[in-house]
């Protein structure tokens, strides 16, 4: 009885004492919450790619930050998260500025509040997805045939869940892994400013690859948000008729094209607007048309 009660006594030591090494003294209420990479953020809002964000091995960074008020987990890859330990949480430091506040680690590297709440759990899976969701579908999200929650992305009424993880899948090409309940696993492919979504298909070597056909395109969906008008450079020929045609329907022009009409429709921001006339376009949206129409023409 005795050897037992000596047993159950080291083994409650050990746990106590290791979970010592994990347990944070009081977290700020100001910095308790979920936080993404500074330079993950930065690169899906500039190339419109999640996978892509790696480089080839494990980053130097933490995949996302998960701060509660005793506790940092953080998620490698989201397969092994972990709780951080308080010698290396010491050296930590926090930064609130008028672009948010900022989480920098041990090792130099930066991370970005997405959001200043928990669950129960102390994980925020839900900010952490959404976020990065919204980030990348920027423009489509205002859609009303797409439609962003949590780690799910709903197209054309299909309830897609998303997959972050890029270890376990062929991510050439492809923007976005989705998994469709009882059909299988379906990939977003980048191209240009267009999505395209394919099925997948077991590999020789990997678990899935995404299949050549496309089976719906998603026109402008990977378009660049930004307050000036993007010149791009380099597109298919068949999307500068969509772009040059976006700077028409932000001002309501009504398409006599039914494609386009449709198309346009698509987005709740599009507002017809019967009263259009070439004085609403300013010099540098109608600088850019021309400049698209070149592209088109290809010159």
């Known amino acids: 009885m005795k050897k037992k009660i000596l047993f159950c006594s080291f083994i409650f030591c050990f746990f106590s004492l290791f979970a010592s090494d994990y347990d944070l003294p009081n977290v700020d209420s ?13 690169h899906i809002k500039r190339e419109k790619n999640i996978y892509g964000a790696y480089p080839m091995g494990y980053p130097n960074h933490h995949d996302v930050l998960f701060l509660g008020r005793n506790k940092c987990y953080a998620d490698a890859h989201f397969h092994d998260g972990y709780a951080i330990k308080i010698n290396e949480f010491k050296n930590y430091r926090f930064v609130t500025n008028d672009a948010g506040t900022f989480c920098i680690d041990d090792k130099g590297n930066s991370y970005h509040q997405i959001s200043n709440e928990l669950n129960e759990k102390g994980y925020g899976y839900n900010d952490y997805y959404e976020y990065v969701m919204n980030l990348l579908f920027d423009f489509v999200k205002d859609m009303n045939t797409v439609e962003i929650d949590g780690d799910i992305l709903k197209l054309d009424g299909e309830s897609y869940r998303v997959n972050l993880d890029w270890n376990f899948f062929d991510t050439k090409n492809v923007v976005l892994w989705l998994f469709l309940e009882d059909k299988g ?7 240009g400013v267009n999505g395209e979504l394919h099925e997948s298909y077991r590999g020789e070597y990997r678990e899935l690859y995404a299949k050549p056909e496309v089976i719906k395109t998603f026109p402008l969906m990977f378009l660049k948000t930004d307050k000036n008008l993007t010149y791009y450079s380099d597109l298919p020929k068949d999307q500068y008729r969509y772009l040059r ?5 932000r001002h309501g022009y009504i398409f006599k094209s039914a494609d386009l009409n449709e198309y346009f429709s698509k987005f709740n921001w599009y507002k017809p607007n019967p009263n259009f006339s070439e004085d609403l376009l300013t010099n540098e949206e109608k600088d850019c048309i021309e400049y698209i129409l070149k592209k088109e023409n290809g010159k």
């Open 30 to 42: 100001r910095y308790i919450g979920t936080y993404i990479p500074v330079d993950y953020e930065n």
């Open 245 to 249: 045609n976006l700077i028409y329907a």
């Open 185 to 191: 696993w379906y990939a977003i492919v980048k191209n």
